[in-house]
């Protein structure tokens, strides 16, 4: 029987089902312990998996059988908890957003890289094949110059859906809303396949929704290729629309619904596409994302998605954030300024 990672859960909410299913479903993870600081639903995570429990990190971090605390806590938790479990040489993969200030982000890659474990935060829909067949025409130019890389994000999350939990829709905890945590990747997903981007100016508050943060946010984005693009997002439109991304350049147009390319149009042709495997990215995402976590361990190799690449599309949010906030243009190495 091939080694598994053992992976050990902290934070049993909504996202954490899956991940639980991730693991389970992984060749090289097994799932061991489940922590939370809700006792009961503790209980039930440990009792449905037949794992250990905790109902502390603190507790959990000195369990020798686990090898990687896997992160599904409120966003503004996942700074301490990953320092923490890195300080106990364990891996840590981080849900989204892996913090929610960009101070925190190197004091992050730096203890793991001290304690010689790996850091990797999630975002699931760069694992599609899609995706991925997207970037590789990018990458080879066959669009040719950029000129428009826009993403839209509009989807419906409810009064009742902030009240449902105390540290949603808040700063402290939360560190933004509809674009910090529902458009957070969309937005990776935009900067991932066109480029880092230089600047940015927006616009983002709380219009329909009583929350402390936006639930509905635009912006401008100068990219260092020299596009421009926008970023439109809202929790407040009345029906779920597939989250869209729509890029234009010199030599053609790519159109990308739902992890799906709607259209891949080169020099007025439209491209024939190739069989993809079945992809959605609840719960595909996560699992291949998992799985090759785990396989790098066994492999002694980064993971796919590094701690590192939390940075641009927090970068992207936070100066939405302050441009909103100054009415000016932010340049986005200005942030940590």
Same mark, same amino acid.
């Given at each position: 029987?091939?080694?598994?990672?053992?992976?050990?859960?902290?934070?049993?909410?909504?996202?954490?089902?899956?991940? +639980?299913?991730?693991?389970?479903?992984?060749?090289?993870?097994?799932?061991?312990?489940?922590?939370?600081?809700?006792? #009961?639903?503790?209980?039930?995570?440990?009792?449905? /998996?037949?794992?250990?429990?905790? /109902? %502390?990190?603190?507790?959990?971090? !000195?369990?020798?059988? @686990?090898?990687?605390?896997?992160?599904?806590? $409120?966003?503004?938790?996942?700074?301490?908890?990953?320092?923490?479990?890195?300080?106990?040489?364990?891996?840590?993969?981080?849900?989204? $957003?892996?913090? @929610? %200030?960009?101070?925190?982000?190197? $004091?992050?890659?730096?203890?793991?890289?001290?304690?010689?474990?790996?850091?990797?935060?999630?975002?699931?829909?760069?694992? %599609?094949?899609?995706?991925?067949?997207? #970037?590789?025409?990018?990458?080879?130019?066959?669009?040719?110059?950029?000129?428009?890389?826009?993403?839209?994000?509009?989807? /419906?999350?409810?009064?009742?859906?902030?009240?449902?939990?105390?540290?949603?829709?808040?700063?402290?905890?939360?560190?933004?809303? &509809?674009?910090?945590?529902?458009?957070?990747?969309?937005?990776?997903?935009?900067?991932?396949?066109?480029? $880092?981007?230089?600047?940015?100016?927006?616009?983002?508050?709380?219009?329909?929704?009583?929350?402390?943060?936006? *639930? !509905?946010?635009?912006?401008?984005?100068?990219?260092?290729?020299?596009?421009?693009?926008?970023?439109?997002?809202?929790?407040? &439109?009345?029906?779920?629309?597939?989250?869209?991304?729509?890029?234009?350049?010199?030599?053609?147009?790519?159109?990308?619904?739902?992890?799906?390319?709607?259209?891949?149009?080169?020099?007025?042709?439209?491209?024939?596409?190739?069989? +993809?495997?079945?992809?959605?990215?609840?719960?595909?995402?996560?699992?291949?994302?998992? *799985?090759?976590?785990?396989?790098?361990?066994?492999?002694?190799?980064?993971?796919?998605?590094?701690?590192?690449? =939390?940075?641009? %599309?927090?970068?992207?949010?936070?100066?939405?954030?302050? =441009?909103?906030?100054?009415?000016? #243009?932010? =340049?986005?190495? =200005?942030?940590?300024?």
């Amino acid at each position: 029987m091939n080694k598994k990672i053992r992976f050990g859960i902290v934070g049993c909410g909504a996202i954490s089902s899956v991940h +639980f299913e991730g693991i389970i479903k992984s060749k090289n993870a097994e799932l061991v312990a489940v922590c939370d600081i809700d006792k #009961k639903v503790a209980d039930e995570a440990s009792q449905k /998996y037949d794992v250990k429990k905790y /109902y %502390s990190i603190n507790e959990m971090v !000195t369990d020798a059988e @686990i090898e990687v605390i896997n992160i599904c806590t $409120p966003s503004s938790l996942h700074y301490e908890q990953t320092i923490l479990a890195a300080k106990h040489k364990k891996h840590v993969l981080v849900e989204k $957003p892996m913090a @929610i %200030s960009l101070e925190h982000i190197e $004091p992050m890659i730096n203890t793991c890289k001290r304690n010689n474990v790996l850091l990797g935060t999630v975002f699931p829909r760069r694992m %599609s094949p899609q995706a991925q067949y997207i #970037k590789k025409i990018l990458d080879n130019d066959d669009l040719g110059k950029l000129s428009l890389c826009s993403a839209y994000v509009k989807i /419906y999350r409810s009064q009742e859906y902030y009240n449902s939990a105390g540290w949603r829709g808040t700063w402290e905890y939360d560190g933004g809303g &509809a674009m910090m945590n529902q458009g957070i990747h969309t937005v990776d997903l935009l900067q991932w396949l066109v480029g $880092p981007v230089l600047s940015v100016y927006g616009k983002a508050k709380p219009i329909l929704r009583d929350i402390e943060v936006e *639930d !509905t946010s635009v912006a401008v984005l100068e990219f260092k290729n020299g596009a421009l693009g926008t970023i439109e997002i809202t929790t407040t &439109a009345s029906v779920n629309e597939p989250q869209r991304l729509e890029i234009f350049g010199e030599k053609g147009s790519i159109i990308y619904i739902d992890d799906d390319i709607n259209l891949l149009e080169i020099k007025g042709k439209r491209i024939s596409l190739p069989k +993809f495997e079945k992809f959605e990215v609840l719960p595909d995402g996560h699992r291949i994302q998992i *799985d090759d976590f785990a396989q790098a361990l066994l492999e002694n190799r980064p993971p796919f998605l590094t701690g590192g690449d =939390s940075k641009p %599309s927090l970068e992207i949010i936070l100066g939405t954030y302050k =441009s909103s906030e100054t009415g000016e #243009k932010v =340049s986005l190495n =200005s942030l940590q300024n």
